[in-house]
């Protein structure tokens, strides 16, 4: 994979979306850092008070009136598709803006976020003339049905570690439904979403129908939160943030919430499975991806002790191969840490898990680099209880826990002895046993020999207990665009 200059990026100013327009940002600028050398690269053009309401008013004007909402379902499945093609096409420039200032590697960004990014929004478009209201069984001399009907203008909060895929799973099934969308990415990565807004105009989106506004949580993100005009949130990021949204949501609605919070996902090796070997290089995969910036990071090892010390080696051999670098390098297989507050950070935890009786076996320190980047060494802790914070904590970062279990039974107890609830993974040979785990897990998602998404999309995402509420991605998350309606017509 060819890497790039990062110099060359050239990242446009006036970079809110209202109305089809690029805007300039009335809030404070702020400049925003390249995790890879902790250079700035950009000014965030955070929208003012006064302009997150114009936004807001503008995709509720476009919602009434744009038409967008009344076109035909198979009309706005093709700007859509449109769009989608559009985003492949524009991969030489949009993959390096993404990669720039993110924890992406370009090579990740160009085999698997750009894609998977278009084909999601090909997928809710696919949704628009096949799901809707139901006749519902009644008496014969009554017709009863549902109406499905947008909500109208969604705003949607979007994280930094994944920033166009976790802003498309926002996006496409909403504007597929016919609503307007009010996106607020991450501060941390504001630029590239602003390249895909300008390419759904050009796809012949109407004006106003998608909109971007930028700046932090506090100034943009919660008032945003709280317009009157905003009818649903979906969110995605921390379990504290999405507390707090929901708190907003109550406060100034009550408006529904879709909420996709943080995890502490355990994977489980038992002694059957059938390639120790491939089980081993799953567990490390899952944890170094994205330097362990990912919800689903299998972040817990729970591993049978009879192959304990087998697992362990080929994990520590897996790290050990990693070439960590800026995600503009070529062959970097591991980037940065997003900020150097998210290093400290996983660091202090490493530190205290240490103090609390663990051993760092390996990592448990920052990287070293030519470039001043975050970079943080894939680390491996044993020898802590289960109700250390390290086993218990999100770390978000490349930090694996490890912990022995006897049989079945404890293995389960220990996965599900957590607050989180997102995901879990299963290595076993005996499929008797791995549809016990499916159903014994706590997790919205459990992955048996395997861990990580596939192309399925009808498969959806969401957590249980404090991983959130609601779903990305399927079905369920299409319906969850929209409002039901009952109605009941005496014939
Ligand atoms: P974060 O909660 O700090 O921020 C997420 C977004 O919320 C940002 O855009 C931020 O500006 C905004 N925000 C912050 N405070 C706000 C407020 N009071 N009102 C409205 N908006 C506010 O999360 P992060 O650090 O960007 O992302 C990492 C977290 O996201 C991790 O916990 C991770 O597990 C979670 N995550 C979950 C999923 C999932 O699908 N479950 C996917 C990706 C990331």
């Known amino acids: 994979m060819n890497g790039f200059d990062p110099d060359r990026v050239a990242v446009a100013q006036a970079n809110n979306f209202m109305a089809g327009r690029r805007l300039g940002g009335e809030g404070a600028g702020l400049d925003v850092l390249r995790p890879s050398d902790g250079r700035a690269y950009g000014k965030l053009?955070?929208?003012?008070?006064?302009?997150?309401?114009?936004?807001?008013?503008?995709?509720?004007?476009?919602?009434?009136?744009?038409?967008w909402a009344a076109t035909d379902p198979r009309g706005r499945m093709t700007v859509m598709r449109r769009w989608a093609?559009?985003?492949?096409?524009?991969?030489?420039?949009?993959?390096?803006?993404?990669?720039?200032?993110?924890?992406?590697?370009?090579?990740?960004?160009?085999?698997?976020?750009?894609?998977?990014?278009?084909?999601?929004?090909?997928?809710?478009?696919e949704f628009a003339d096949k799901a809707g209201g139901e006749v519902i069984a009644t008496t014969p001399d009554?017709?009863?049905f549902t109406?499905?009907?947008?909500?109208?203008?969604?705003a949607a909060i979007a994280p930094w570690n994944l920033p166009l895929v976790m802003a498309a799973w926002k996006i496409a099934p909403a504007i597929a439904s016919g609503n307007s969308v009010v996106l607020k990415p991450s501060e941390m990565t504001p630029f590239s979403i602003v390249r895909v807004a300008e390419l759904a105009i050009e796809a012949g989106l109407p004006r106003g129908v998608f909109n971007v506004v930028q700046g932090d949580g506090r100034s943009v993100g919660d008032p945003l939160c709280r317009h009157p005009l905003v009818s649903k949130v979906s969110f995605t990021g921390s379990t504290r943030t999405g507390i707090a949204i929901m708190n907003a949501c109550a406060e100034t609605g009550p408006k529904p919430v879709t909420l996709e919070l943080g995890g502490k996902s355990p994977q489980i090796v038992f002694a059957d499975a059938k390639d120790m070997g491939q089980a081993a290089a799953i567990v490390a995969k899952a944890i170094t991806l994205n330097s362990g910036q990912v919800c689903v990071a299998g972040s817990r090892l729970l591993v049978q002790?009879?192959?304990?010390?087998?697992v362990v080696g080929r994990i520590l051999a897996a790290f050990e191969a990693h070439r960590i670098g800026p995600?503009?390098?070529g062959d970097t297989t591991m980037g940065p840490i997003i900020s150097e507050k998210q290093l400290g950070d996983i660091d202090a935890m490493v530190a205290r898990a240490v103090v609390a009786g663990g051993?760092?076996?390996t990592g448990g320190r920052r990287a070293p680099s030519p470039q001043e980047g975050s970079y943080y060494l894939p680390t491996l802790l044993t020898g802590l209880p289960q109700d250390a914070e390290a086993v218990q904590g999100e770390i978000f970062g490349p930090v694996l826990t490890v912990q022995t279990f006897g049989d079945e039974e404890e293995a389960y107890a220990l996965a599900n002895d957590s607050r989180y609830g997102l995901a879990a993974g299963v290595h076993t040979g005996d499929l008797n046993r791995a549809l016990r785990a499916t159903r014994a897990l706590e997790a919205g998602t459990v992955w048996v020999n395997r861990y990580g998404r596939s192309n399925d999309f009808m498969l959806p995402t969401g957590g249980f207990k404090q991983s959130g509420i609601g779903k990305d991605l399927g079905r369920e998350a299409y319906m969850a665009t929209m409002k039901s309606k009952a109605a009941l017509i005496q014939l």
Do not use: C
């Not at 053009?45 to 038409?67: E, F, M, P």
């Not at 109406?147 to 969604?154: F, H, K, Q």
């Open 45 to 67: 053009d955070s929208a003012s008070a006064a302009q997150v309401d114009a936004v807001v008013t503008d995709a509720y004007q476009a919602y009434r009136k744009s038409g």
């Open 85 to 125: 093609d559009l985003i492949d096409a524009d991969a030489a420039r949009l993959a390096p803006l993404e990669a720039v200032g993110s924890t992406r590697t370009i090579g990740e960004i160009l085999a698997w976020d750009l894609s998977y990014t278009a084909e999601t929004i090909r997928f809710f478009a």
């Open 142 to 144: 009554k017709l009863g």
């Open 147 to 154: 109406i499905t009907e947008p909500y109208g203008v969604i």
């Open 305 to 310: 002790e009879s192959v304990a010390d087998e």
């Open 327 to 329: 995600t503009w390098g």
């Open 359 to 361: 051993e760092a076996v």
